[in-house]
């Protein structure tokens, strides 16, 4: 095995589902209205000029982007028939077609989700199904908003173990059908996406640099979801529940930025020679937290939850398509890229990407 060997991504794609639920709409929905201490709301926001005046939706869009950064979601149209399965096959296409391949080139498919709309057959079953390679063999794997991270890994390994020579990474999620809209501070929070990268065996220089870190901390309390089959009487189906603070917040900072480092560092690389940072997307508290530790400036570390909500695994699928097709700047040539990310477990990982 060449000592160059390495996993590179030929392409990428990515779906956003075209509803969009901005704050005052989610406002709209009574169990959030019901919920929601508007009272408590608007005396944060005392230090705002006019807040007083401000209608109750208003008040809340306001709150939800000081506390997240968010202004609004995608949400995928419970009346679409579409899934998350359909959604990450579309962000499967778009990626092939970006690297100029059919589904019958690609050997693995590793699929990252934890909303598949069936637990049986397997997600990645489902999708390869639907791309048009239903013999296709891979998983799915639920590393949380770290996933699309650890699918890379995976993915990389098996280039370099001679399993594949082409693997197909996607990643997706439909969160809004696991919030409670009763509990606010989660529900403003997430959204529903893909995305997806194909990797191709290369040994010129291009690809994952060093090795990916990958790494937990066992926490159930911050973020969790009961399973099907699991749930009590009184919560009937699955639903997300996640606890802030600032003591996650900074935790979720110093974490990813650790990972990141040690990543790069297997690379024989330091944070002055990337070009982008892709971190995961959970609140732009937290990646404009690690901007500033990192002290990198000029648009490197990329924030757009504000638009998207967090999509977990996908934040970081989607966004590196967005860089790649440069929607946050120019890409330098042979562009170095740093993607980094924190899930609910903990799951932790990061990998060096050069284009």
């Known amino acids: 095995m060449s000592s160059n060997l390495t996993a590179a991504v030929a392409g990428t794609g990515s779906f956003l589902p075209e509803t969009t639920l901005d704050n005052h709409a989610l406002y709209a929905k009574d169990e959030i209205r019901d919920s929601f201490d508007i009272e408590r709301a608007r005396a944060s926001l005392r230090e705002s000029e006019g807040v007083d005046g401000l209608e109750d939706a208003e008040v809340f869009d306001r709150w939800a982007r ?48 934890l909303t598949c709309a069936d637990e049986v057959p397997n997600g990645a079953c489902t999708v390869a199904a639907r791309i048009g390679a239903p013999e296709l063999g891979g998983y799915t ?87 099907q089959g699991w749930e009590s009487e009184d919560e009937p189906s699955p639903k997300l529940h996640m606890v802030g603070g600032a003591r996650i917040l900074r935790s979720a900072i110093v974490t990813m930025a650790r990972a990141g480092e040690d990543a790069l560092a297997t690379a024989g690389l330091g944070w002055p020679d990337v070009d982008f940072v892709i971190p995961h997307q959970a609140n732009l508290r937290i990646t404009m937290g690690l901007e500033k530790q990192l002290d990198l ?46 899930g609910g477990g903990y799951t932790v990982a990061a990998v060096t990407l050069r284009l």
């Not at 959604?87 to 990626?95: D, I, K, L, S, V």
């Not at 794997?141 to 996933?147: F, K």
């Not at 989607?318 to 990310?341: C, F, I, K, Q, S």
């Open 297 to 342: 400036g000029g648009g490197r570390v990329v924030h757009n939850i504000g638009d998207y909500g967090n999509m977990s695994a996908s934040t970081v699928a989607v966004t590196l398509d967005e860089v790649v097709r440069g929607r946050h700047g120019p890409v330098p040539e042979a562009a170095t890229l740093l993607l980094t990310a924190i």
């Open 66 to 113: 000081q506390v997240t950064g968010i202004r609004s979601r995608r949400i995928l149209d419970p009346g679409s028939g579409l899934t998350t399965e359909d959604m990450c096959a579309e962000a499967a296409r778009r990626a092939l077609d970006s690297a100029g391949l059919e589904s019958g080139d690609v050997d693995l498919l590793y699929l990252a989700s």
């Open 141 to 227: 794997l639920n590393a949380a908003c770290a996933g699309f991270v650890y699918a890379i890994a995976s993915g990389w390994a098996a280039i370099l173990a001679g399993m594949a020579e082409t693997v197909l990474v996607v990643s997706g999620d439909t969160l809004s059908r696991y919030v409670d809209y009763s509990d606010v501070r989660t529900a403003v929070v997430f959204g529903d996406g893909a995305g997806a990268a194909v990797l191709t065996r290369s040994e010129n220089g291009r690809g994952v640099l060093g090795r990916p870190i990958m790494s937990g901390s066992f926490d159930r309390r911050p973020l969790y979801m009961v399973g």
